[in-house]
C-alpha cells in the first residue's frame, strides 16, 4: 500500500510533466492536466504525436522540456510507461506518479530500485484539492473501507 507522505511528496512538486495528454480534450489525461495548470502547477504536456494540448505547446519527451520538472504524472498504458520511465529517470525526476492503470509490476520496480518516490494504485485526482464530488465521494469509500493510505 501506498503511504500517504509519498502522495503528499508527489503532490508538493510544483512543476510536472503530465505524459499521455492527449489531443482529445475528453480524455482523463487532460482533465487532471487542466486541473493541475488551473492550481498552481507548472505542468508540462508530453505527447511525441501533438503539437498542441489543450491551446499550450506540446513536447514530444522530457529531454524536450524548457526547464527542469520535479515530478512527473503518468497515463500512458503499462508497456508504454514502461518505455519512458529509463528516459524520466535520467533526466534527473524524482517523483513520479503511476496513474492507475498505467502501472505495473515491472514499473514499480523499477521505480523502487532507483529509490524514487513513486505513487500507483492511486488516482491523482482523489489527492489534488479541491476535491470535486466524484473524487470526494471516492475518497469517503476508500477511507470507510481501511484503503486510504495513511
Known sequence: MILRKSITNFLSQKKLAVIGVSRDTKQFANYAYRFLKTHGYIVYPVNPNAKLVEGDKCF?????????????????????????????TDAGI??????????????IQFCKDRKINVVYGECIMMFSEPLAI??????????????LPK
Open 134 to 147: 466524484p473524487h470526494r465521494l471516492h475518497r469517503w469509500v476508500k477511507r470507510v473501507t481501511g484503503t
Open 60 to 88: 514530444p519527451n522530457i529531454m524536450s522540456l524548457p526547464e527542469k520538472v520535479d515530478g512527473a504524472l503518468i497515463m500512458l498504458p503499462p508497456e508504454k510507461t514502461m518505455k519512458v520511465l529509463p528516459e524520466i
Open 94 to 107: 524524482n517523483h513520479i506518479w503511476l496513474q492507475q492503470q498505467t502501472e505495473s509490476p515491472q514499473a
